[in-house]
């Protein structure tokens, strides 16, 4: 009963991501509020629980407004480019022990080629809007996420060497030990070119409120936006999905709690530590983002991939307990090693 | 060996600052329900006069740099001046307090120490209909006028801005900097145990 399998668990994954991206809208809100001495939202319901639908019902009354010299098509098409595939990632996303829509053997490799295609539709919805702020955004997010799409890559290939699989069911299946323990700086990186790829302070500067209006969400409205607001959350979700898997061990855990309640508890650790993120640091200049990535994460990636497959040809990682120490003192040093030579130039040009 | 700087310990400096914020209370006020008691100075955007001991000079029409303040006012048959009507735009008001410092008999114009003019709904228009004030007729809500502008401690409670005597029967201001986090309230308590 192949189709039944996959209607049921489309509609599953479609309820899951727009529960949970409805939930992460009103968690980060009243999070973001918490971590700056303010209550956040808390009119709409209990602790404004009904915000989030309030803002929904309000998105998908507003009249739709297309620009007189917009690119209507792309204009058009833009909205569901970027969302479909922020929706597809879900499909190999195990929630227990073989529960996944497609177990597909390469899934990893499917979610880097897949969410790759959310910079097309960013970037067509700043082209077809024909706003200069827009297509500003557009460009900033093209350099921005080709650039640390390398990094990121990298860095979730030290897991997929030491489970020997690019499935994340089995990546998942060969955490013993999570592997944040034994890839430490893998999962920094990861973190921070996921923070950049999903435009997420420090590194949103594709809608840079201050500099560019809102970049190139500005000429959307209606449902429309909410689309793309809906696509930002969904990224943030799968986002944190694919740490929990990779690096913290997704659906496995003690089993008093079934196995979908370890991976959804995982998700809102890795969602809280992005709210932290967020409400801590300022945005980057757009030089700074590109140079960090260039210079620092794509060499420390390198380094860390270089030596992780070392110490999987070497067995070192067959016993946690010398692995662990050593891959967190490694990492350390790595970093203060690599930040010696990083420099951004300071904010002004070097002579 | 010099101290190890610059590999990023500023992030976990302000990780760590961030932090120790989620413990703390919140600042903000929901207004309506929760209110701040104003500092004692404060400018109010009340004015109140007071019938009994205002001399009917004009003072403080004069020294109104606005001329939010209309007086009317005539001989009666002691020879005394007594005002026939007096009407106060708030909409013009900018609260300099200049009335005040004008009034010779320093007592009978006051500045109030509520905030909030605003209404639900405009009353005025229809029920308003009494006396000789210009606000007949059409809505004026923020023109207060006589009676209106009478001391009443219960409702419009006067501010103590140059009235030194007054600020001391005020509640004193509440103040953010005395804010206590949760911690604090945890061991607060524990010590009065």
């Known amino acids: 009963m192949d189709w039944l399998h996959f209607a049921v668990f489309t509609l599953i994954l479609f309820a899951f991501v727009i529960s949970g991206v409805l939930f992460f809208i009103w968690y980060e809100r009243r999070g973001l509020g918490r971590f700056q001495m303010r209550p956040g939202p808390n009119r709409a319901g209990p602790f404004g629980l009904l915000q989030p639908v309030a803002d929904a019902i309000k998105v998908l009354l507003k009249e739709d407004i297309v620009p007189t010299l917009a690119d209507k098509p792309v204009h058009f098409l833009a909205p569901l480019v970027a969302f479909v595939p922020a929706m597809a990632v879900f499909a190999v996303i195990p929630f227990g022990d073989g529960a996944l829509l497609a177990d597909l053997n390469i899934g990893i490799l499917y979610i880097m080629a897949i969410s790759s295609v959310i910079v097309i539709g960013i970037f067509m919805a700043g082209w077809g809007s024909s706003n200069k702020y827009s297509l500003l955004g557009a460009m900033r997010t093209i350099a921005q996420e080709v650039s640390y799409e390398i990094p990121l890559v990298l860095s979730i290939l030290g897991a997929v060497m030491l489970a020997g699989s690019l499935s994340l069911n089995d990546i998942v299946k060969a955490q013993d030990v999570p592997f944040v323990l034994l890839q430490p700086l893998g999962f920094l990186i990861y973190m921070t070119a996921a923070l950049a790829e999903i435009n997420r302070t420090p590194f949103d500067l594709l809608e840079a409120d201050s500099e560019i209006v809102a970049g190139f969400q500005t000429e ?36 008093f709690l079934p196995g979908f309640a370890w991976l959804i508890i995982k998700i809102i650790a890795v ?8 409400a801590t640091f300022p945005r980057l ?24 497959a070392v110490l999987v040809l070497s067995g070192l990682n067959d016993s946690p307990w010398i692995a662990i120490p050593f891959n967190l003192l490694l990492a350390a040093v790595l970093i203060v090693g690599l930040s010696r030579q990083f420099r951004t130039g300071g904010g002004h040009a070097s002579t | 060996m010099p101290p190890l700087k610059h590999f990023g310990e500023g992030l976990l400096r ?13 600042i903000t006020v929901q207004y309506p329900e929760q209110k701040l008691t104003m500092s004692r100075r404060v400018r109010g955007t009340d004015i109140i006069w007071d ?24 001989r009666g048959e002691d020879k005394k001046l007594k005002t026939d ?38 009353t005025h228009c229809a029920t308003d209909k009494s006396g000789t004030s210009p606000s007949n007729g059409h809505c004026g809500e923020l023109i207060r006028s006589n009676d209106e502008l009478l001391p009443n401690d219960a409702v419009r409670p006067r501010s ?29 308590k524990k010590e009065s145990r």
Not at chain 1, 292 to 306: E, G, M, Q, R, S
Not at chain 2, 92 to 104: A, K, M, Q, R, V
């Open chain 1, 220 to 255: 959307y409205s209606g449902m429309k936006f909410g689309l793309f607001y809906l696509t930002e959350y969904a990224e943030a979700l799968s986002v944190s999905a694919i740490a929990s898997t990779l690096f913290l061990g997704g659906w496995s855990g003690p089993a």
């Open chain 1, 271 to 278: 969602f809280t530590f992005i709210i932290w993120v967020r």
């Open chain 1, 285 to 308: 200049r757009i030089d700074q983002v590109m140079s960090f990535c260039w210079k620092f994460l794509l060499p420390l990636a390198l380094i860390n991939l270089v030596v992780t």
């Open chain 2, 14 to 26: 302000g990780l760590k600052i961030t932090a120790r914020h989620l413990g703390r209370k919140w």
């Open chain 2, 51 to 74: 019938r009994e001991s205002c001399i009917s000079c004009r003072a403080c029409e004069r020294a109104c740099p606005v001329g939010a303040i209309k007086m009317e006012v005539s």
């Open chain 2, 85 to 122: 009507d007096i009407t106060v735009d708030l909409g013009l008001c900018i609260f300099c307090g200049l009335c005040i410092e004008s009034c010779p008999t320093g007592v009978s114009i006051y500045i109030g120490y509520n905030y909030a003019n605003t209404t639900y709904r405009c």
């Open chain 2, 160 to 188: 103590g801005y140059y009235r030194p005597e007054r600020a001391g029967e005020l509640p004193p201001q509440t103040l953010l900097v005395y804010q206590t986090t949760y911690g604090e309230d945890r061991r607060r």
